[in-house]
T-cell receptor, first 118, second 113 residues
């Protein structure tokens, strides 16, 4: 149990376009989902925390208008990278807390999405 | 900001040898976890150690935690080529940030066959 999926696994888009990444908890309900960004050979940096039905909380330095997060249900959160630029190319990973929660150590991670902006 | 710092940043060993990776952190924690990440893939949870624990074992993994030094170590015994991956520690903190995980910079382990 506690499987988190992401779609797509890889995406290539042109500069100026927007791309949406989905994060789904497949066999559990998630009160909280987290979005991370990882540059090559670096660690995961938390971008934002999203709670179902409320606005996401963004980490310092993360542009909320550029990285739109929607947590519409207890099993789905989406991250939309708007007006993408090459510097947005990165590996995006989501994680989810299982109900009841949230306890940080109970995060289950998705397999990641590789975004390449040309 | 990054809480954890792993060292070494990279470690290369021969199959069968033991691998030790260290993690230091700065603030008080509730728990410390270790994760593995194969290249270009998601995270695999390895082991969690609570702040009131000093040592924990899971198969070939041994984790220690020294809260007085704010450090942890991960020992992989009898390493295998399949252990080749990046290893990260992650902490969740006491107080307002206790729902967030903060990751260290990671150690890239290469196990040569």
């Amino acid at each position: 149990g506690a499987v988190v999926s992401q779609h797509p696994s890889r995406v290539i888009c042109k500069s100026g376009t927007s791309v949406k990444i989905e994060c789904r908890s497949l066999d559990f309900q998630a009160t909280t989902m987290f979005w991370y960004r990882q540059f090559p050979k670096q660690s995961l940096m938390l971008m934002a925390t999203s709670n179902e039905g409320s606005k996401a909380t963004y980490e310092q330095g993360v542009e909320k208008d550029k990285f739109l997060i929607n947590h519409a249900s207890l099993t789905l959160s989406t991250l939309t990278v708007t007006s993408a630029h090459p510097e947005d190319s990165s590996f995006y990973i989501c994680s989810a807390n299982r109900l009841p929660g949230p306890a940080a150590y109970e995060q289950y991670f998705g397999p990641g999405t590789r975004l390449t902006v040309t | 900001s990054q809480q954890g710092e792993e060292d070494p940043q990279a470690l290369s060993i021969q199959e069968g040898e033991n691998a030790t990776m260290n993690c230091s952190y700065k603030t008080s924690i509730n728990n410390l976890q270790w994760y593995r990440q194969n290249s270009g893939r998601g995270l695999v949870h390895l082991i969690l150690i609570r702040s009131n624990e000093r040592e924990k074992h899971s198969g070939r993994l041994r984790v220690t935690l020294d809260t007085s030094k704010k450090s942890s170590s991960l020992l992989i015994t009898a390493s295998r080529a399949a252990d080749t991956a990046s290893y990260f520690c992650a902490t969740d903190g006491v107080g307002g940030s206790n729902y967030k995980l903060t990751f260290g910079k990671g150690t890239l382990l290469t196990v040569n066959p």
